[in-house]
């Protein structure tokens, strides 16, 4: 049996339209299902429990976006129950990342008759995240985008993405870069001017930003990303690139492998995970190799 959790405003509504073609569907099919709607934030995490003890769900499939998928995955994360992915929000990271997809049609069709995999996932001051964790100008980002008006609308004319970038735009003007501690695997760094530590499991964040182009998501490591040392006008500059991947050739860029990463900030820096605030610094992540079963 297959349970469902929808979250009925993600994408300014499109998931849930999306799930009344797939409810058509699947009935036609003569599949097996159940379904039950997110009524309030982290809410997904408590149903994905529900469902698979109330109604023997053999698996969640999340229609929502990387925000929908991040809670179920935390009530999913250490059991045996797969994980499906109909693709409804506005940045559908994770989705991009393990070539789920994008289509409701297809991402199902996949889904029906597709077989597991076992992926890694991350955890972080507390909770499990898909794609990348990460503190600095990208955690304001990520905060900015969830608050605004702009992204519902955007949403409504299928345009989510770009509200990522008007985020981005607002918090330059703002933002100033930060003297860090972190240690990856055991080893002290200390920077200064740094912009932003992003700690990957999959390549996309921020709506189809390659921040890590290297990272995979079962090699039972992250690809780390810090940018530093670069004024706004470079950092500007710089952006556009991101979206390709090859920003990491400049010399303001480090990437390194890593299990675990502890970060430490003079002043409290906000942490995100798959896009949804998750805490701030200090932040201790890890990565928790295969512990997600995904179809």
């Not at 991040?70 to 070539?99: K, M, Q, W, Y």
């Not at 077989?115 to 955890?123: H, L």
């Not at 003297?179 to 001017?193: A, G, R, T």
């Amino acid at each position: 049996m297959y349970g469902f959790i929808v979250n009925k405003t993600s994408g300014n509504g499109k998931a849930l339209r999306i799930w009344k073609k797939i409810e058509k569907i699947i009935q036609e099919k003569k599949v097996s299902f159940s379904v039950r709607f997110t009524q309030k934030p982290k809410h997904a995490t408590s149903l994905v429990q529900e469902l698979i003890q109330k109604e023997k769900a053999a698996v969640i499939i999340a229609v929502g976006g990387d925000g929908t998928i991040h809670e179920v995955v935390n009530g999913l994360a250490g059991t045996t129950t797969p994980l499906g992915i109909i693709p409804a929000g506005s940045g559908n990271d994770f989705s991009r990342g393990l070539g789920i997809p994008l289509k409701y049609d297809k991402a199902l069709e996949r889904i029906l008759k597709g077989k597991p995999k076992t992926i890694d996932i991350g955890y972080a001051n507390s909770r499990y995240f898909c794609t990348v964790a990460g503190i600095g100008f990208d955690g304001e980002v990520a905060r900015t985008t969830n608050d605004s008006f702009y992204k519902k609308f955007l949403n409504f004319f299928r345009m989510g993405q770009i509200s990522y970038v008007i985020s981005a735009i607002i918090v330059l003007f703002r933002y100033k870069p930060q003297e860090i501690s972190f240690m990856i695997d055991k080893k002290l760094h200390k920077l200064s001017n740094v912009w932003l530590i992003a700690v990957a499991n999959l390549p996309y964040y921020g709506g189809g930003l390659v921040i890590c182009p290297k990272a995979e998501s079962n090699d039972g490591l992250f690809e780390i990303c810090i940018v530093q040392g670069l004024t706004k006008w470079e950092f500007i500059r710089m952006f556009p690139r991101v979206y390709k991947g090859n920003h990491t050739s400049s010399p303001s860029i480090t990437i390194v492998k890593g299990k675990e990463v502890e970060i430490y900030a003079p002043t409290p820096l906000l942490l995100h995970g798959d896009g949804e605030m998750i805490g701030h610094t200090p932040a201790r992540i890890r990565i928790e190799p295969t512990a997600l079963n995904v179809i």
